[in-house]
C-alpha cells in the first residue's frame, strides 16, 4: 500500500516557478515508478511525466519537455516535479501517481496510486 500527498500547487504568473511535491508512506515506494498527470477543467486527465524506481530515467510529455524537470528522493519518500516557464495552459490540477510496471508508463491506468490533487494556476 502507498499512500501519496501532493503538495506545492498555487498561483503564479505566466513564466513563472513552481515545486510540487509528492509525500509518500510505505515501505514499497522506491520499487514504484512515480508520474505525475494533470486535469483541467473539462478537459481528460492527461500524462505528464513519470521517473523509473531508481530515478535514472525520466519521460515527460512534448509540451513540457525543457520547462519541467522531474526527480525523487527515496530516502524521503518524496518525489518533486520542478515547473519552469510556466504557460497559463499549464493551469491544472496536478497529481502524483505510482506504477508498479518496471518500465516508464504514460497511461492513468497503468498506475495504482493516486493522491488527490493539487491546484496550480498559471495567469497571463
Known amino acids: 500500500q502507498v499512500q501519496l500527498v501532493e503538495s506545492g500547487g498555487g498561483l503564479v504568473q505566466a513564466g513563472g516557478s513552481l515545486r510540487l511535491s509528492c509525500a509518500a508512506s510505505?515501505?514499497?515506494?522506491?520499487?514504484?515508478?512515480l508520474g505525475w498527470f494533470r486535469q483541467a477543467p473539462g478537459k481528460e486527465r492527461e500524462f505528464v511525466a513519470v521517473?523509473?524506481?531508481?530515478?535514472?530515467?525520466?519521460d515527460s510529455t512534448d509540451s513540457v519537455k525543457g520547462r519541467f524537470t522531474l526527480s525523487r528522493d527515496n530516502a524521503k519518500n518524496t518525489v518533486y516535479l520542478q515547473m519552469n516557464s510556466l504557460r497559463p495552459e499549464d493551469t491544472a490540477v496536478y497529481y502524483c501517481?505510482?506504477?508498479?510496471?518496471?518500465?516508464?508508463?504514460?497511461?492513468?491506468?497503468?498506475?495504482?496510486?493516486w493522491g488527490q490533487g493539487t491546484q496550480v494556476t498559471v495567469s497571463s
Open positions: 521517473i523509473s524506481w531508481s530515478g535514472s530515467s525520466t
Open positions: 501517481a505510482a506504477s508498479p510496471l518496471p518500465h516508464l508508463p504514460t497511461n492513468t491506468f497503468a498506475y495504482k496510486y
Open positions: 510505505g515501505r514499497t515506494f522506491s520499487s514504484y515508478a
